[in-house]
């Protein structure tokens, strides 16, 4: 399946300028389909989310108190 590029931004809640960067620098493989419509690959978002390191580095644990 093929996702639009606003979607997939939403997505990864990012704007969509920043996913236009990194899919020109080859970080997010994209499909162009005539001359202004961009897609992403849905199985390609998600190997670069799975890929994507943790927010936060506590690595998904709870903080000890």
Same mark, same amino acid.
């Given at each position: 399946? +093929?996702?639009?590029?606003?979607?997939?931004?939403?997505? +990864?809640?990012?704007?969509?300028?920043? +996913?236009?960067?990194?899919?020109r620098q080859g970080a997010v493989p994209a499909v162009r389909l005539g001359k202004r419509r961009v897609f992403v690959k849905a199985s390609a978002l998600a190997a670069f989310i799975a890929s994507a390191p943790?927010?936060?580095?506590?690595?998904?644990?709870?903080a000890e108190t």
């Open positions: 399946a +093929l996702i639009p590029q606003r979607d997939a931004a939403t997505l +990864l809640g990012i704007s969509p300028v920043t +996913l236009r960067v990194w899919i943790t927010v936060g580095g506590n690595d998904g644990r709870r």
